[in-house]
């Protein structure tokens, strides 16, 4: 049996590769639409996973029950008419499997799409995230601040991201709040998301860009709402006002760190309009 050392190698090889991987961060939900997906993730691997182990369990079963055996030369075997129950049950399932995963599907895209449900009495803030080569633009139009390549938001409030880009498309993406969607020029683009707690996450761009994709990422702090307005304050007191130059010199294609500034881009360089996609509550 030479094949159990390298069999035992493999198997110790996945494992110590396995330990190394980082834990998926669309299963460690902060808010309500990451864990309405989260749990439909979960949903669709229990279903996936209870028919390999039936169809692997009835392998076994056939391959134990059938197996080959010594027959007399002139043997022949029976001749056998397909059964409706079985031929019902191989097409019914699946059917049912798929029309169930649909219905969710279709109920979820609905739910994710929209305000979060538990924050419909709340007044969203709302935030303009556009993407230039490679970095993210936060512009608090209320606040009348803005901030690159990192993120403040309040916990226990809605947010409502209007998203475009200044260069390609880009997809925004904060995989502890809620799915990606596209930040494109030339047209805005709704994303509702929400923080149940404080903490720290990380954003990107999921869409390939260009060279400093990989780079074109942003941290994202959840506070509670009285830090988050000692933030803004603290903010007006100490950073540079923005202007159309800086503006422009920031455009360039580039990395750069993070940075804050009070006013925003949306006085000299306003978001595209009018076309919205994506469902708005305002």
Not at 9 to 31: A, N, Q
Not at 179 to 200: R, V
Not at 253 to 259: C, D
Request: net charge negative; proline share 7%.
């Amino acid at each position: 049996m030479k094949f159990k050392p390298a069999l035992l190698i493999l198997v110790l090889t996945i494992i110590t590769v396995l330990t190394g991987c980082e834990p998926l961060l669309v299963f460690d939900p902060k808010g309500p639409q990451a864990q309405r997906q989260a749990n439909d993730i979960i949903l669709s691997i229990g279903i996936m996973s209870v028919i390999v182990i039936v169809v692997f369990a009835i392998l076994i079963y056939m391959l134990v029950k059938y197996r080959a055996s010594n027959q007399s030369s002139d043997y022949e075997p029976p001749h056998i008419e397909g059964k409706n129950w079985v031929e019902a049950i191989c097409v019914g399932i699946p059917v049912i499997i798929v029309a169930y995963l649909s219905i969710v599907s279709v109920q979820s895209n609905y739910i994710v799409e929209a305000k979060p449900i538990a924050y419909q009495d709340k007044e969203p803030i709302v935030i303009y995230a556009s993407s230039s080569d490679w970095k993210w633009h936060f512009s608090y139009p209320e606040e009348n601040i803005e901030t690159v390549n990192y993120l403040y938001i309040p916990t226990d409030r809605p947010i409502e991201f209007k998203l475009y880009s200044y260069g390609p498309i880009t997809s925004f993406w904060i995989p502890q709040l809620g799915g990606q969607k596209y930040a494109m020029s030339n047209m805005i683009t709704t994303l509702h998301l929400a923080a149940d707690e404080p903490g720290e996450m990380t954003g990107r761009n999921s869409s390939f860009s260009g060279k400093g994709f990989a780079e074109n990422t942003f941290n994202v702090t959840a506070v509670s709402q009285k830090d988050f307005d000692n933030w803004v304050k603290d903010v007006k007191k100490t950073a540079e006002p923005l202007t159309e130059k800086k503006f422009e010199n920031l455009l360039k294609p580039g990395h750069l760190g993070q940075m804050t500034f009070t006013g925003t881009h949306l006085g000299f360089s306003p978001a595209p309009g009018p076309y919205n996609s994506g469902s708005s509550d305002r």
